[in-house]
């Protein structure tokens, strides 16, 4: 499989974790994700403290829809 030349992160800060100030949050759920990728997987689904989906990241286009 080829790899796409992009890797997109998309995070939505309408949570309670990003309230206040968001960079905390932000840089716990990008170092993460940095630990993640070690493990070569193609995509991934970003949570913030809470346990909730706040986003994703993916080799490509990533794909995040925020449930209403």
Avoid: H
């Avoid at 890797?7 to 940095?34: C, M, T, Y």
Wanted: aromatic content about 8%; cysteine-free.
């Amino acid at each position: 499989m080829k790899r796409q030349k992009r890797f997109e992160v998309k995070i939505s800060l309408d949570g309670a974790a990003f309230d206040s100030d968001p960079r905390p949050e932000i840089s716990r759920i990008l170092s993460d994700l940095l630990d993640r990728l070690r493990n070569s997987s193609e995509s991934y689904v970003l949570t913030d403290y809470n346990g909730n989906t706040v986003g994703a990241a993916a080799f490509g286009k990533a794909t995040f829809r925020r449930a209403k």
